[in-house]
């Protein structure tokens, strides 16, 4: 509703860190809700199972054991949304996604599909955004888009270069409109 309000403030945690912010248990305490943390693995199709191939959720852990980097970013919204990225390479290969709806008792879950590697082709993808902006003189994407999400790139690298700590972000508080039509790759 309204699209997209921009990033007030983020944090991002790597290693220990992001072991100390799972067992918080809760945004506020400094770590994640743990049922949309479940929603996004049970979605998930390349959940790692242990050698017994038990087919169970894994324990805290296994997860340890497994994702040996973790990373976390956590993001605050303008418009007071908070969110949270978990990088687990190990414990999954794919990508999912989950929210809490206002009036809803279940988060929402849901998986991403995405082009299976090696046939990925991003940079052509890429590349015909560049051309159609060539010949049109007009980006195909809000560049808001693209500011806001390179400025919280860089925001990251700086929170972690500087002990992981929370950063305001005033200069992303950005709002733009995302357009009707997809953008997404098509053939």
């Known amino acids: 509703q309204g699209g997209e309000t921009g990033v007030v403030a ?3 945690l790597r290693g220990d860190a992001v072991w100390k912010a799972m067992a918080e248990g809760s945004w506020a305490t400094g770590g994640w809700d743990p049922q949309l943390f479940e929603a996004c693995l049970t979605r998930s199709q390349t959940l790692t199972q242990p050698e017994t191939y038990s087919h169970r959720y894994p324990s805290v ?3 340890r054991e497994w994702v040996k980097d973790p990373v976390v970013y956590r993001y605050e919204y303008a418009d007071g949304v908070k969110a949270t990225m978990l990088l687990m390479n190990g414990l999954v290969g794919d990508f999912t996604f989950a929210a809490r709806l206002a009036g809803e008792p279940q988060p929402l879950s849901t998986l991403f599909y995405l082009p299976s590697t090696p046939n990925v082709v991003y940079s052509a993808e890429l ?4 051309e159609e902006t060539f010949l049109t003189g007009k980006s195909p994407n809000p560049i808001d888009r693209t500011l806001l999400t390179t400025g919280l790139v860089e925001a990251g690298v700086r929170s972690l270069g500087s002990g992981q700590k ?11 409109q995302a357009p009707r039509a997809s953008s997404f790759a098509q053939s």
């Open 10 to 12: 983020m944090q991002a």
């Open 61 to 63: 852990e296994q997860i």
């Open 127 to 130: 590349m015909s955004k560049a």
């Open 166 to 176: 929370r950063l305001e972000t005033p200069h992303l508080a950005i709002r733009y």
